[in-house]
């Protein structure tokens, strides 16, 4: 099992405000996920980083992969309450993927 | 719509009464797996297969079967259920098991007593 973590567990704050959740491990991927699940749902893609060191943004978030392609992070900017949810991140191994802990954002408005 | 479909949502059943979650996608996809949900441990992986007839262990299998009979459809069965099976359970398809997207189903919350 490549285990993935994540930080923080649970995070509130305001609207407007910035933040950054980690996804880290001690295994390296030959790619990492980043799926956000609201409840009641299951996960759903938003973006897949796959060179060390790769950004990649989607409107007011931008995504990180580390350079040893070991860990990764998650931007928001300007956080509203319809980005509130789970983030998950996830890497890919020969088969399968591998999922982090998890992230509960809660966003106020 | 590309979807993948779990039923049923929600089920409560009693300690030791075999039960069957179904899942089918309808993208063609080549790769399905399942996985549970439980507080604080993320997404972990049951089954998963890479293709019709073809299954394999994920990361918790105890206590759990899978088959792959046709392309699109891919149950999950519990022979023999117990308590800490609870739990909320997503069925995913995607085109392979590497980088690509996976697609989950809405979830079906079991509940063992």
């Known amino acids: 099992t490549q285990l993935l973590e994540q930080s923080p567990q649970f995070l509130s704050i305001q609207e407007g405000e910035n933040l950054t959740v980690y996804c880290n491990s001690s295994?390296?991927?030959?790619?990492l996920q980043w799926y956000r699940q609201e409840p009641g749902e299951g996960p759903v893609l938003l973006v897949t980083v796959v060179t060390g060191g790769e950004v990649k943004k989607l409107k007011r978030l931008t995504f990180q992969f580390g350079d040893a392609r070991k860990d990764s992070s998650l931007h928001i900017t300007a956080a509203q309450p319809g980005d509130t949810g789970l983030y998950l991140c996830?890497?890919?191994?020969?088969?399968?993927?591998?999922f982090g802990t998890g992230t509960r954002l809660t966003v106020i408005p | 719509e590309a979807q993948v479909t779990q039923n049923p949502r929600y089920l409560i059943t009693v300690t030791g009464k075999k039960l069957t979650v179904t899942c089918s996608q309808n993208?063609?996809?080549?790769?399905m797996s399942w996985y549970r949900q439980d507080p604080g441990l993320g997404l972990r992986q049951i089954y998963y297969?890479?293709?019709?007839?073809?299954?394999d262990k994920g990361d918790v299998p105890e206590g759990y079967k899978v088959s792959r009979k046709e392309k699109r459809n891919f149950p999950l069965i519990l022979e023999s259920p117990s308590p800490n099976q609870t739990s909320l359970y997503f069925c995913?398809?995607?085109?392979?098991?590497?980088?690509?997207?996976?697609?989950f189903g809405q979830g079906t919350r079991l509940t063992v007593v």
């Open positions: 295994s390296v991927f030959s790619s």
């Open positions: 297969s890479m293709n019709v007839e073809v299954t």
């Open positions: 995913a398809s995607s085109f392979s098991g590497r980088a690509t997207e996976a697609f």
């Open positions: 996830a890497g890919t191994g020969a088969n399968n993927l591998f």
């Open positions: 993208m063609n996809h080549e790769y």
